[in-house]
Nanobody
Framework: QVQLVESGGGLVQAGGSLRLSCANS????????MGWFRQVPGKEREFVAR????????YNADSVKGRFTISRDNAKNTVYLQMNSLKPEDTGVYYC????????????????WGQGTQVTVSS
């Protein structure tokens, strides 16, 4: 059973930083590729970043390249999203997701989702 729980969201000023965490309570975390998405009301859920099972390869959306970093610690069953130089347009609910096969930019490739954590960036 995969249960994902995000934490670390909050209110931050533009230019600030936050680190999101996503913990998986199941025993098979290292067998899943992981991704982060975000969503604002009225818009579709948007890809942010993804990482392979062993953490050797990661990919970010163009909108966050150079500012966000995805990483994982399989010993702690946790994936992280370090967000620096935050902008008001980064505001949204951030979701982590687990893919049993391959993690892509398409949300349909993910099998499990967390409940989300709110990130608000003030100008």
């Amino acid at each position: 059973q995969v249960q994902l729980v995000e934490s670390g969201g909050g209110l931050v000023q533009a230019g600030g930083s936050l680190r999101l965490s996503c913990a998986n309570s199941g025993p098979t975390f290292s067998t899943y590729a992981m991704g982060w998405f975000r969503q604002v009301p009225g818009k579709e859920r948007e890809f942010v970043a993804r990482i392979t099972r062993n953490g050797a390869s990661a990919y970010n959306a163009d909108s966050v390249k150079g500012r966000f970093t995805i990483s994982r610690d399989n010993a702690k069953n946790t994936v992280y999203l370090q967000m620096n130089s935050l902008k008001p347009e980064d505001t949204g609910v951030y979701y982590c997701a687990a893919a049993a096969t391959i993690a892509t930019m398409n949300r349909n490739s993910y099998n499990y989702w967390g409940q989300g954590t709110q990130v608000t960036v003030s100008s």
